[in-house]
T-cell receptor
Framework: NAGVTQTPKFRILKIGQSMTLQCTQD?????MYWYRQDPGMGLKLIYY???????DKGEVPNGYNVSRSTTEDFPLRLELAAPSQTSVYFC??????????FGSGTRLTVV | QKEVEQNSGPLSVPEGAIASLNCTYS??????FFWYRQYSGKSPELIMF????GDKEDGRFTAQLNKASQYVSLLIRDSQPSDSATYLC??????????FGKGTRLHILP
């Protein structure tokens, strides 16, 4: 049972480049989330989804996009990367409001 | 602005003592409350959740919730060096968004 799988684990982007952070879960959870974590700043919600075909903005959605075409996958798209997007990105899933299972994270540096 | 507040610490506790971690939240309608543990460089791990006023115990961990005071706490009994980590309080707001506090760094002194 893999849980929540995130790829890649590390990435360096140049300013203005784009990339997609992949997130897949095999627990048949309806709820999926993307957070970013900056040092000393806790976790900030970027986007979330309560089911396939449904997405909604979190606290810090600017500069990001998501899609949820299947229950398993919830990719996060960064367009025109900026240094302010340097962070650790966590994907999480849950069956309801019973708490999350987190992926191992993606460390992104924009230079 | 819906908020979850925690003291950033570090909180230093002698091995074997009780560690007490506190959290306040702004949305009075919040229904679900969570404590996560995060080791340095790792992802958060759920250790406790609580929905009702009062105490909930699981092994060495006790979560306490007081909705009237908008306050949730985590007690760790018989603290061990392996408990040294950052503890994140998270609150499920009425709109289904879970908001995290910035976390409290706990350091257990051998």
């Amino acid at each position: 049972n893999a849980g929540v799988t995130q790829t890649p684990k590390f990435r360096i982007l140049k300013i203005g480049q784009s990339m997609t952070l992949q997130c897949t879960q095999d627990m048949n959870h309806n709820y999926m989330y993307w957070y970013r974590q900056d040092p000393g700043m806790g976790l900030k919600l970027i986007y979330y989804s309560v089911g396939a075909g449904i997405t909604d903005k979190g606290e810090v959605p600017n500069g990001y996009n998501v899609s949820r075409s299947t229950t398993e996958d919830f990719p996060l798209r960064l367009e025109l990367a900026a240094p302010s997007q340097t962070s650790v990105y966590f994907c999480a899933s849950s069956p309801s409001d019973r708490g999350y299972t987190f992926g191992s994270g993606t460390r992104l540096t924009v230079v | 602005q819906k908020e979850v507040e925690q003291n950033s610490g570090p909180l230093s506790v002698p091995e074997g003592a009780i560690a007490s971690l506190n959290c306040t939240y702004s949305d009075r309608g919040s229904q679900s409350f969570f404590w996560y543990r995060q080791y340095s460089g790792k992802s958060p791990e759920l250790i406790m959740f609580i929905y009702s006023n009062g105490d909930k115990e699981d092994g060495r961990f006790t979560a306490q919730l007081n909705k009237a005071s908008q306050y949730v706490s985590l007690l760790i009994r018989d603290s061990q060096p392996s408990d040294s980590a950052t503890y994140l309080c998270a609150v499920n707001m009425r709109d289904d968004k879970i908001i995290f506090g910035k976390g409290t760094r706990l350091h257990i002194l051998p």
